[in-house]
């Protein structure tokens, strides 16, 4: 008999979750204005609000915190931190940042002007937020097929080829780059192909423009090629990770994700002349060149994380575990963006609170009922995130409206996903008697999630 399958790792140390009660959590989801961003952790039970700095480090990791070098300048640390990502990617010049959008921060106050356009597949967040802020517009190249969440498709995170060649065709003198997200956040977690990202190079060259890779979850893209793409599968991550590399002119990187860390970032890049225009912005906002924002422990940490992530088994726990419990939710038929992403699962609230209408944030609605039922926190990536239109100031509803629930990196069993699966189904079953949404009674002019507060209607 063939033995199943389970974890290519085994737990060390563990840290105990409460459970709570509904009457409790009535009274904190309250008190937190229904956002659950606003909740203390300790009034979550099982916490899907990011994969970000969330996952748990390996006992390699936790061991090379007590060989940091805290030398201001010139640590050793920073030298296996940057030689790592050498080996690994392929990029010559390293700079350290704190996290992701610091990268990009950095990065795009050398690289983006006023009036510029940056095309990409669905910018996330912060990457959009550090050009809308420097008066550039992000320009949106991903396939269309990526908007409907039951079609399968191996590679849903891809650009559209003729969208982007239209961009560049039309706005050549604007464009200073192309960024690609690997793998797509925004479209579900969905990744990449090669054969895409050579054809976002073929067009590049074309029109001699650098390609970025904001990378944040770059070894799951390489997993998700080994396992789709033909001629893939018997190379290993490390090689395939250096093949999507060479296609690249350089990368930003939230370590929080792929490099399984609690805090860390960095920008690394082919380009001296990139290098050369972007350090002295880590300088004035990260800090100096061999340290930019982390600890010297931080730096040794993430060069372990990002080798071990790098390999194939911890990525086939890790992604097998989120297609686990897309299998559970199938089974209830919930419906979500498919097929399974590599660090969520995206739930399709519009095909579930039928009678909740869009001006009352189906998405949001079930987040808040996710909680209440189980103590669940997920997180709502629809019309609350999307913000107002800058200009007409109403509520932007063209998108689609999720849940997403992420699942943190080597922290959670399959037991907690079936509690996720079954707390949903609890919810999906009464779903015909949840008629009414929430209604917002403060928000920020952007950004307006994390702070949104709301009200049961
Ligand atoms: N790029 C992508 C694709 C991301 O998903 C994130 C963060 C960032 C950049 C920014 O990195 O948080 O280190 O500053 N995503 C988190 C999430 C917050 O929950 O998806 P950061």
């Keep these: 008999m063939k033995l199943p399958f389970a974890e290519s790792w085994k737990?060390?140390?563990?840290?105990p979750i409460r459970k709570?009660?509904?009457?409790?959590?009535?009274?904190?989801?309250?008190?937190?204005?229904?956002?659950?961003?606003?909740?203390?952790?300790?009034?979550?039970?099982?916490?899907?609000?990011?994969?970000?700095?969330?996952?748990?480090?390996?006992?390699?990791?936790?061991?090379?915190?007590?060989?940091?070098?805290?030398s201001y300048a010139g640590a050793s640390s920073f030298f296996n931190f940057k030689n790592k990502i050498t080996?690994?990617?392929?990029?010559?010049?390293?700079?350290?940042?704190?996290?992701?959008?610091?990268?990009?921060?950095?990065?795009?106050?050398?690289?983006?002007?006023?009036?510029?356009?940056?095309?990409?597949?669905?910018?996330?967040?912060?990457?959009?937020?550090?050009?809308?802020?420097?008066?550039?517009?992000?320009?949106?190249?991903?396939?269309?097929?990526?908007?409907?969440?039951?079609?399968?498709?191996?590679?849903?995170?891809?650009?559209?080829?003729r969208k982007l060649e239209n961009?560049?065709?039309?706005?050549?003198?604007?464009?200073?780059?192309?960024?690609?997200?690997?793998?797509?956040?925004?479209?579900?977690?969905?990744?990449?192909?090669?054969r895409n990202l050579k054809e976002v190079r073929a067009i590049a060259d074309k029109y001699k423009k650098p390609v970025l890779f904001d990378a944040a979850r770059f070894a799951e893209n390489a997993y998700f090629i080994k396992m789709r793409e033909d001629g893939y599968k018997d190379k290993t991550i490390k090689e395939?990770?250096?093949?999507?590399?060479?296609?690249?002119?350089?990368?930003?990187m939230s370590a929080k994700k792929d490099a399984i860390v609690n805090m860390g970032g960095f920008i690394a890049?082919?380009?001296?002349?990139?290098?050369?225009?972007?350090?002295?912005?880590?300088?004035?906002?990260?800090g100096y060149l061999t340290y930019g924002g982390m600890n010297g422990r931080d730096m040794n940490a993430l060069a372990i994380g990002l080798d071990e992530n790098?390999?194939?088994?911890?990525?086939?726990?890790?992604?097998?575990?989120?297609?686990?419990?897309?299998?559970?939710?199938?089974?209830?038929?919930i419906p979500y963006q498919r097929p399974a992403g590599g660090h969520a699962i995206f739930v399709d609230a519009m095909k579930i609170l039928t009678h909740v209408p869009k001006e009352e944030f189906p998405a949001q609605t079930l987040t808040v009922e996710l909680y209440l039922e189980a103590g669940i926190r997920g997180c709502e990536i629809g019309f609350i995130l999307a913000d107002r239109d800058p200009v007409t100031r109403e509520n932007r509803f063209g998108g689609l409206d999720l849940l997403r629930l992420a699942i943190p990196r080597r922290v959670y069993t399959n037991n907690h996903m079936d509690v996720i699966a079954v707390a949903l189904k609890n919810v999906f079953d009464r779903r015909e008697a949840i008629t009414h949404g929430v209604k917002i009674t403060w928000e920020s002019p952007v950004m307006r999630h994390f702070t949104v507060q709301l009200e049961k209607i």
């Design 11 to 15: 737990i060390k140390m563990v840290e």
């Design 20 to 70: 709570s009660t509904r009457q409790e959590r009535e009274q904190w989801l309250k008190a937190a204005h229904y956002n659950v961003f606003q909740l203390a952790s300790e009034h979550v039970y099982i916490d899907l609000i990011t994969d970000s700095g969330t996952g748990a480090m390996s006992d390699r990791q936790w061991a090379a915190l007590m060989l940091g070098d805290e």
């Design 87 to 161: 080996e690994i990617t392929g990029f010559p010049y390293i700079i350290p940042t704190h996290q992701g959008r610091a990268a990009e921060n950095v990065l795009f106050s050398y690289l983006v002007k006023e009036g510029n356009i940056i095309p990409g597949n669905s910018h996330f967040d912060t990457t959009k937020g550090h050009i809308e802020v420097r008066k550039a517009i992000a320009c949106d190249c991903t396939i269309d097929e990526a908007k409907d969440t039951q079609l399968e498709l191996p590679f849903k995170g891809n650009v559209d080829p």
């Design 167 to 194: 961009v560049l065709a039309e706005n050549h003198d604007k464009i200073p780059f192309i960024i690609i997200t690997i793998t797509n956040n925004t479209a579900g977690g969905q990744p990449v192909s090669m």
């Design 240 to 252: 395939i990770t250096k093949e999507m590399f060479s296609l690249a002119d350089g990368m930003t």
């Design 269 to 286: 890049t082919r380009l001296e002349e990139w290098y050369e225009g972007a350090k002295g912005y880590c300088i004035q906002y990260e």
């Design 310 to 333: 790098t390999e194939f088994e911890n990525l086939e726990t890790r992604i097998r575990q989120v297609e686990y419990l897309a299998g559970r939710l199938d089974e209830y038929k």
